[in-house]
């Protein structure tokens, strides 16, 4: 089992930037692959980028990773996104996901056993 808390989240201004976190605990050995994904208001889960935790090799979705960018730190079990540019539309509850499966589906949410319970990121001016 994997437990997954993220942090890091709050309001900021378009323009602005956020560095979210989401510290891993438990069998973070097992680990293959983490991911990012959010839920904007009154739509589904969405995924946004994913990196193998072993190699970091990222996989991003193409329309936001230019602003977007994963990256962990495997020595403290912490999975980061960094996000630059943040725009009104960025407005969403994010969670970080892991699983311990290899899979070639990893932009699907159900590939995914663990979850945080999500952080809020709000961007207004």
């Known amino acids: 089992q994997v437990q997954l808390v993220e942090s890091g989240g709050g309001l900021v201004q378009p323009g602005g930037s956020l560095r979210l976190s989401c510290a891993a605990s438990?069998?973070?050995?097992?680990?293959?692959?983490a991911a990012w994904f959010r839920q904007r208001p009154g739509k589904e889960r969405e995924w946004i980028t994913t990196?193998?935790?072993?190699?970091?090799?990222?996989d991003p979705l193409d329309a936001v990773k230019d602003r977007f960018t994963i990256s962990r730190d495997v020595d403290n079990d912490i999975l980061y996104l960094q996000i630059d540019s943040l725009e009104s539309e960025d407005t969403a509850l994010y969670y970080c996901?892991?699983?311990?499966?290899?899979?070639?589906?990893?932009?699907?949410?159900?590939?995914?056993?663990?979850w945080g319970q999500g952080t809020q990121v709000t961007v207004s001016a």
């Open positions: 990196i193998r935790w072993n190699s970091g090799f990222t």
């Open positions: 438990g069998d973070v050995f097992t680990v293959i692959r």
């Open positions: 996901a892991a699983t311990d499966r290899y899979t070639s589906d990893f932009r699907s949410p159900s590939n995914y056993a663990y």
